[in-house]
Structure formats: C-alpha cells, structure tokens
C-alpha cells in the first residue's frame, strides 16, 4: 500500500535551517507531482509547496516564498523540502503526499521553531 515516511524535523532557533525528506512507496513515484503540506497549531492542514514530475517547483505560501526549496530523487523515491531563515510562523507537522491522489497520510515530521 502506499505508505509516507517523513523525517528531518525537529527544534531549531528562529533563522535556522532544517532538510525534510519524505520516502514514498506503494505506487510509480516518478509519474506524481509530489507536495508538502503543513498543519500548525490549531491550523488548518495547507498546501506549502508541489514539484512537478520534470522538477518544476512552485510554493503556494506567500511567506515561504525565497525560503523554502522543494526537489526530488527519483531514484531514491524521495521529496525534499529545504528550509531556511526559519521563524516561529513555520512551526508545524510537515507531510509530504500526491496532490493527485492525496493518500493516506503518513506520521508527519514535527517542525518547531523557537528561541
């Protein structure tokens, strides 16, 4: 079945830097454009970023805008999110998943931003 593992998450003061990865199996990786999304506290769950299958990037959050870079390994069925110049606002559970198809949810990776 398809199955979404996310990593990378963890506490880092206001300005860092952090690397998420989540590695998709259970369907053709290669043929989805892969997104991650994030849900803060007492948030709604919203779409952050969407790589395309050729690599073409695009963020959906004005405020991620410049900061957060989204990529791929096909090889290694694995989607990447960069993070930098991180504030308290990007504090959140980031998951990764095909905003086709929008399967079921893995465990998130706890992103929290904080002095």
């Known amino acids: 079945q398809v199955q979404f593992v996310e990593s990378g998450g963890g506490l880092v003061q206001p300005g860092g830097s952090l690397r998420l990865s989540c590695a998709a199996s259970?369907?053709?990786?290669?043929?989805?454009?892969m997104s991650w999304y994030r849900q803060g506290p007492g948030k709604e769950r919203e779409l952050v970023a969407t790589?395309?299958?050729?690599?073409?990037?695009?963020n959906h959050v004005d405020s991620v805008k410049g900061r957060f870079t989204i990529s791929r390994d096909n090889a290694k069925n694995t989607v990447y999110l960069q993070m930098n110049s991180l504030s308290p606002e990007d504090t959140a559970v980031y998951y990764c998943?095909?905003?086709?198809?929008?399967?079921?949810w893995g465990q998130g990776t706890q992103v929290t931003v904080s002095s």
């Open positions: 998943n095909a905003p086709q198809r929008l399967w079921p």
């Open positions: 259970g369907f053709t990786f290669s043929n989805y454009y």
């Open positions: 790589i395309t299958t050729v690599g073409s990037t695009l």
